[in-house]
């Protein structure tokens, strides 16, 4: 079956403690990205990777990285978690066409709580 | 910078009523643009795509957008709405700039059917 897969699906940390979402997908899509979802401003989108060892800032990208070391795994990381990074996140995979995204496959979703 | 305006947060109508929902974006060159559905607890499912051509797409379940350039707008429409529509609806905008590929998110509308 076709998907995109994150762990955890739920997290609650502190302050300061580093922590790794993974996000996978067996499509051999090569866009990849990382959304996260506040109450009232939608989908922000934190980073985006076009391919392997290809990633760009995306309109959030400040408190994150990530890193694509292969074409099926984007992992988003945390290193110094802190409350405003509270949220439900996204991973979500599309294949480029001329350049452009097709569509995207959406991930089931990550909610973070940072105490 | 670009952006993606949906004006109504929450539109009410009563099932088999006709929908609309508005989205107009802001960028320099004409954007590719999606719409997304969100259920409750869920992924985003996406409804209907435009990158260029006809500048009326058909989705899945019965939705339609049409894209009017000199009104930077890509509105959805669906002629008679079914209870199982009500979710949260996202329009989105892509660019290709730079090498890069950034998508920017509408902050959605979240459509109630009443029966």
């Known amino acids: 079956e076709a998907q995109v897969t994150q762990n955890p699906r739920y997290l609650i940390t502190v302050t300061g403690k580093k922590l790794t979402v993974t996000c996978s997908q067996n499509m051999n899509h090569e866009y990849m990205s990382w959304y996260r979802q506040d109450p009232g401003l939608g989908l922000r989108q934190i980073y985006y990777?076009?391919?392997?060892?290809?990633?760009d800032k995306g309109d959030v990208p400040e408190g994150y990285k990530v890193s694509r070391k292969e074409k099926r795994n984007f992992p988003l990381i945390l290193e110094s978690p802190s409350p405003n990074q509270t949220s439900l996140y996204f991973c979500?995979?599309?294949?480029?066409?001329?350049?452009?995204?097709?569509?995207?496959?959406f991930g089931p979703g990550t909610r973070l709580l940072v105490l | 910078a670009q952006s993606v305006t949906q004006p109504d947060i929450h539109i009410t109508v009563s099932e088999g009523a006709s929908l609309e929902l508005r989205c107009n974006y802001s960028?320099?060159?004409?954007?590719?643009l999606f719409w997304y559905v969100q259920s409750p607890g869920q992924g985003l499912q996406l409804l209907l795509k435009y990158f260029s051509g006809d500048t009326l797409v058909q989705g899945i379940k019965g939705f339609e957008a049409e894209f009017k350039r000199s009104q930077s707008s890509f509105n959805l429409r669906k002629p008679s709405v079914h209870w199982s529509d009500a979710a949260e609806y996202f329009c989105a905008a892509g660019e290709v700039t730079g090498g890069g590929n950034k998508l920017t998110f509408g902050t959605g509308t979240q459509l109630k059917v009443e029966l």
């Open positions: 990777s076009m391919n392997v060892e290809v990633t």
């Open positions: 979500a995979s599309s294949y480029l066409a001329g350049g452009i995204q097709e569509t995207q496959y």
């Open positions: 960028y320099g060159a004409t954007p590719y």
